[in-house]
C-alpha cells in the first residue's frame, strides 16, 4: 500500500490549498478515505472522511464549512480542498486508509498558513 501527497505548501491567512493522495496497492474504490493532520507538539487528528463510493463525508467540526474532501476513484485519488485556511490550520496532513488489521498512511504534506 502506497499514498503519495501532494499540495501543501505556504499560503496566506483565508487563502486554499488543494491537497492531492494517489493511492496503489490496493482495492482504492473498496476503501474508505481520511485525511489527518497534526501540529507540532500535537496529536494527530482526523480531519474529513469520505466513504468508498463518494456518498457519505464527515468533517471535524474545526473545518466544517471550509474543507471540502472528494475523490474520483477512476485515478485512485482523494482530495481535500481547503479554503478560509487559518494560522491554526497549520500541520501535517496525511491521507489514510483503514487496513484489515492496520491503518495505512501516507508520507505526509506540509502546510503553513501564515503572513
Known amino acids: 500500500v502506497q499514498f503519495v501527497e501532494s499540495g501543501g505548501g505556504l499560503v496566506q491567512p483565508g487563502g486554499s490549498l488543494r491537497l492531492s493522495c494517489v493511492a496503489s496497492?490496493?482495492?482504492?474504490?473498496?476503501?474508505?478515505m481520511s485525511w489527518y493532520r497534526q501540529a507540532p507538539g500535537k496529536e494527530r487528528e482526523l480531519v474529513a472522511t469520505i466513504s468508498s463510493a463518494g456518498g457519505s463525508t464527515n468533517y471535524a467540526d474545526s473545518v466544517k464549512g471550509r474543507f471540502t474532501i472528494s475523490r474520483d476513484n477512476a485515478k485512485n485519488t482523494a482530495y481535500l480542498q481547503m479554503n478560509s485556511l487559518k494560522p491554526e490550520d497549520t500541520a501535517v496532513y496525511y491521507c489514510?486508509?483503514?487496513?484489515?488489521?492496520?491503518?495505512?498512511w501516507g508520507q505526509g504534506t506540509q502546510v503553513t498558513v501564515s503572513s
Open positions: 489514510s486508509a483503514p487496513g484489515r488489521f492496520v491503518r495505512y
Open positions: 496497492g490496493f482495492t482504492f474504490s473498496s476503501s474508505a
